[in-house]
């Protein structure tokens, strides 16, 4: 009746608050349609509810918070026989797995999403679950992982955003053949999709892999500019993972330019969000950048501590056979977004 309406409609303005990038709303309305759904006790949206206020705490950068809330989820969705709910689960522990940088367990997780969803003939979260697997193994560098993924994904089961998302994946795996000319391509037709989604966080995803592009092709001056137009943009960037994608290429485009004092002062803001999320899976490359950027001394050698404690993690974090692959790909973003700068 109306109470369930009331819940229905907390939620809606939930999500939408969340698709803003206005989190504190988010929280707010997720809280009180919790609340509404526990009093009606409908235990399968209160379960989708709190998977939505996980992503948040993700989006956030509240990370441990994050693990907490999910990890909570999949036992109660496993014992009521939700396997629905269990998919979304574990395509949701494994995004945040990937965040983190730990492959092995995302590649885990996600793989249980395919098959449960296979089972089930829930094309399009199996769909979803293929394309995370492909998009481990690009932070992998592990191209037969990648293609098959990609190779086992039917596009006319994505919605718009995983159409989007698909397409990123695409020209990410162009750039791992050094084929600029795709990928561009790939990420207009992204980009547009990105559009039609109405999907913020997949359109900033899609400029600053352009960034990524610009740097790795030397053409400074068109990442400069394209950065240029984040700074407009604050309400999008605060999603951490965002945010911190974005500081690293600032950091890289200031060094590319020869701005150490900008590379610096864009190095210490990532330092702060890095000490509150914990494991981030570039933290490496954003440490090396900082190191840099960095004068000798004693804020150079933490970083330089920091930048080979966060590498040895991310190896030790990723499935045995891929290591090899995974210390390649850290070198090459590193190459690729600050080709002629040295650590002192």
Known sequence: GEQ???????????????????????????????????????????LTVEQNMGLLDLARGHFAAARKRLESTLPRAEDGQLSEQVSVSLVNLAELALVEGRYAEAITHAERAAQISARRSDRRTEAGANLQLARIG????????????????????????????????????????????????????????????HSGTLDMQIRLERVQLLLASGDRVGAR????????????????PLRLQWLELEIAAALGEGDRMRAVAYYRQALKLLDDVGNYAHAATIHELGLRALPQGAESEAALGAANAARDRQLADAPPEARASLAVQLDRRLREEAPATHAH
């Open 4 to 46: 369930a309406l009331v819940a229905e409609s907390l939620d809606n303005v939930g999500f939408g608050s969340y698709q803003l990038g206005r989190f504190d709303d988010a929280q707010v309305y997720w809280q009180q349609a919790l609340s509404a759904y526990e009093q009606l006790d409908d235990h399968v949206r209160m």
């Open 225 to 240: 500019k394209l950065l240029k137009t984040f700074a407009e943009e604050t309400s999008r960037l605060n999603e951490v």
């Open 138 to 197: 690009l932070a992998l560098g592990a191209v037969k992982r990648a293609d098959t993924a990609l190779g086992s994904i039917h596009a006319e089961q994505l919605g718009n955003e995983q159409q989007a998302a698909l397409q990123l994946a695409r020209a990410q795996r162009m750039r791992l053949d050094s084929d600029q000319k795709n990928a561009l391509t790939l990420l207009d037709e992204a980009a547009k999709s990105a559009a039609t989604a």
